[in-house]
């Protein structure tokens, strides 16, 4: 398993610059699967309805299935339920 999964219960660990703030930040990735339309579909969908925006997923990849492809939206968010500052958008 990937080192970027596994929990990290220490705490102190965490650098006290800005990339601190990542270390208190919930991150949760969420996938979709299909066929290239139903790809894009979804994720329109998802945009119109105030998930978030196109340009946050990531480009569309050949998935295991060679008919289908997928895209990758991650959202952090900070420990206590409040969104990230953004930077420079």
């Known amino acids: 398993m990937s080192q970027e999964f596994v929990p990290d219960d220490n705490k102190s660990q965490c650098p006290n610059d800005d990339s601190a703030a990542v ?8 996938t979709v699967v299909g066929s290239p339309k139903g790809v894009r579909e979804t994720i329109l969908t998802l945009y119109r309805l105030g998930f978030a925006e196109v340009g946050d997923w990531s480009p569309v990849q050949r998935a295991a299935n060679p008919k289908q492809v997928l895209s990758v939206l991650i959202r952090r968010k900070r420990a206590d339920g409040t969104p990230p500052r953004k930077s420079g958008r």
């Open 23 to 30: 270390c208190e930040q919930e991150v949760v990735l969420l």
